[in-house]
């Protein structure tokens, strides 16, 4: 199998790391090699990525001209769209209805960021004398873009659409166990026209790539999505070069159930927010808090649903649960059942491997619901990034909010009722960057997303995401014509 190229300031190279392999989790069969950067490639891609950012070629460019290019990417990924969308599928496991979202929207993002591109203003500010004082936008720098594997090429756009839009260069070091869809979005980058050395794409480790990438001074900011004990070594190195971030994190997310919600509807949503993904999702509605008086009739009902998910290859538009993305990760998921059950919990459904024969190549793991555990149990707290869920019973909603906010994360959370006095209350009670009353996982690129606490600072999306990727300048223009009388 030959080794595909890294993408290096607008050319193909080989890479000087070592070669790493994307295999497909749904049967542990190698995709592609891929090959890695080293620091070497790594200080090639910011030399490359500062001289291409400050060429007049890019430098001078109107906003709407900018903004073509980005409209260029996303006619492309729409073209596109099915090929990528099966390549994802086979990266990392997501069912296919999944990634062909996911790809929609990363077309949907670059769309996005073109319009806000053409149309962000600077401001005229009120003065205290006779000058004339305003406030522009102008970019950072170099942004490091390190992506996830549970959602790439959607990761991808979030960090790339806004990063470019705002005049910057961006090296992307996507996940090494998907590495695929980012190469896939830099041919069609250099396909649409955009200017050599504004794009890398740098595959290779975190310990290797991307511990180049953060600490190499010519990077201005280091956007990056993953975990939380990752997000707080980049927050170290960023620290010391004072250098802004954006860090979205982990999370531990509480899912809650009032008696006068539609159940029905609740636990249609309860099953997305937790089990889609594979559980494989940060904002996952992992603690599922279920008021008291219809506690034993919803999560009867919650488990006879949730053991009726279909499991199974993710080339299936039928299937709704694919595999974990790889063999390790499914081990510490059954790592964190076997806990569950040591600190007293109850399995209500799954905490197996599907018995099919045409499923055991691959890293499947059951939809599993647990009971009998407090919040301040570990499988309560601990992220564990997998289909399992933790039911809480609560009675009222001062006990309610203390157990959902009783958390380091703060990432998201979802509220079913049918009062919406209430649904207000306790949503601006929680500590979550994201609330969603009788609903689970919605989204809109116009729409701030991130996290408080140990679930990362700054936000991403929406117009601000965009300025989350510039730095501002002030200016004042004397309006007098006379001189500083100081100085006389």
């Known amino acids: 199998m030959s080794i595909l190229p890294l993408y290096l300031a607008g050319s193909w190279q080989p890479g000087h790391g070592v070669p790493l392999a994307s295999v497909n989790p749904a049967d542990n069969q190698p995709l592609a090699t891929v090959a890695t950067a080293d620091a070497a490639d790594v200080d090639a891609a910011v030399t490359a990525g500062q001289a291409a950012m400050h060429d007049p070629a890019w430098r001078d460019l109107l906003p ?15 073209r596109d769209a099915e090929r ?7 990266d990392n496991g997501k069912p296919i209805l999944e990634t062909r979202a ?29 000058y004339l004082s305003l406030s522009t936008w102008e970019p950072l720098g170099v942004v490091a873009a390190i992506t996830p594997w549970n959602s790439p090429i959607a990761s991808e756009a979030q960090k790339v659409a806004p990063a470019l839009a705002a005049g910057n260069a961006v090296i992307v070091k996507p996940s090494e166990f998907t590495p695929l869809l980012a190469l896939e979005l830099a041919k069609l980058a250099d396909e649409a026209g955009l200017p050599k050395g504004l794009l890398s794409v740098l595959p290779g480790t975190g310990a290797v790539t991307g511990a180049a990438l953060v600490a190499h001074p010519g990077v201005a900011k280091v956007t990056f999505t993953g975990g939380t004990a990752t997000g707080r070594a980049i927050g170290r190195v960023a620290a010391d070069k004072i250098m802004p971030v954006s860090l979205e994190l982990g999370g531990k997310s509480p899912n809650i159930v009032f008696a006068d919600a539609d ?6 949503g309860v099953l997305f927010g937790l089990f889609s993904s594979q559980g494989q999702s940060c904002i996952a509605g992992s603690r599922i808090f279920v008021e008291e008086r219809i506690y034993a009739a919803f999560t009867a009902k919650l488990a006879e649903r949730a053991a009726a998910l279909r499991i199974g290859d993710p080339a299936s538009e039928r299937t709704q649960i694919g595999p974990a993305i790889t063999p390790q990760h499914r081990n510490k998921v059954e790592g ?18 599907p018995a099919d024969p045409a499923l055991q190549s691959g890293n499947y ?8 555990l407090g919040n301040r149990s570990r499988t309560a707290q601990e992220e564990i990034f997998g289909p399992v869920g933790v039911l809480l019973p609560f009675r009222n909603e001062d006990a309610l909010i203390a157990e959902a906010n009783d958390t380091v994360y703060g990432l998201a959370s979802g509220i079913w009722t049918g009062d919406f006095r209430r649904a207000w209350r306790i949503g601006r009670a929680l500590n979550a960057g994201t609330v969603w009353i009788n609903t689970y996982k919605q989204f809109s690129i116009a729409t701030p ?7 990362g600072i700054g936000r991403e999306k929406a117009r601000d995401g965009l300025k989350a990727y510039m730095r501002q300048k002030s200016l004042y223009v004397d309006l007098s ?7 006389d």
């Open 102 to 130: 996911l790809v929609g929207s990363a077309a949907g993002t670059f769309r996005y960021f073109a319009a806000i591109c053409e149309t962000l203003e600077g401001d005229i500010t009120p003065s205290r004398g006779s």
């Open 64 to 78: 709407h001209q900018r903004a073509a290019y980005l409209h260029r990417i996303a006619a492309l990924i729409e």
């Open 84 to 90: 990528l969308a099966q390549l994802q599928r086979q």
């Open 336 to 353: 964190y059942v076997a806990l569950a059950q040591q600190e007293g919990g109850r399995l209500l459904c799954g905490g197996s491997r």
């Open 263 to 268: 159940i029905d509807q609740a636990i249609n």
């Open 481 to 487: 014509g006379r001189p500083i009388p100081w100085a």
């Open 449 to 455: 997303f991130g996290g408080n606490a140990e679930s």
């Open 365 to 372: 793991i059951a939809p599993t619901l647990i009971e009998g």
